[in-house]
Nanobody, 124 residues
Framework: EVQLVESGGGLVQTGGSLRLSCAAS????????IGWFRQAPGKEREVVSC????????YYASRVKGRFTISSDNAKNTVYLQMNSLKPEDTAVYYC?????????????????WGQGTQVTVSS
């Protein structure tokens, strides 16, 4: 029943922008934390940004702070990640994930539900 679908990835040059979307269905959106994670080949999956919808707090990894912005539209059950000033090191598959349990929202291991991922490639 729970489904997450990412979209918006693509190929951009250094300094460009992309807007990722995560459309959620099959659950009560307000009760879930939503995280954006990324994974490059040969590297560990790492947190990018999180929304803990229960308390409205947000988090950004130091590598993306000041460049990325997470936002949500609860009426549409959608979370967005606006990515500006992209760098080659941002190249990865980006995933959104959701979980309604209390835990470490900054760890990929916490999340039960995952989308299929969307590729972001930043050329130098």
């Amino acid at each position: 029943e729970v489904q997450l679908v990412e979209s918006g990835g693509g190929l951009v040059q250094t300094g460009g922008s992309l807007r990722l979307s995560c459309a959620a269905s099959g659950f009560t959106f307000d009760d879930y934390a939503i995280g954006w994670f990324r994974q490059a080949p040969g590297k560990e999956r790492e947190v990018v940004s999180c929304l803990t919808n229960g308390d409205g707090s947000s988090y950004y990894a130091s590598r993306v702070k000041g460049r990325f912005t997470i936002s949500s539209d609860n009426a549409k059950n959608t979370v967005y990640l606006q990515m500006n000033s992209l760098k080659p090191e941002d190249t990865a598959v980006y995933y959104c994930a959701a979980d309604n349990r209390i835990g470490n929202y900054y760890s990929a291991a916490h999340y039960e539900y995952w989308g299929q991922g969307t590729q972001v490639t930043v050329s130098s």
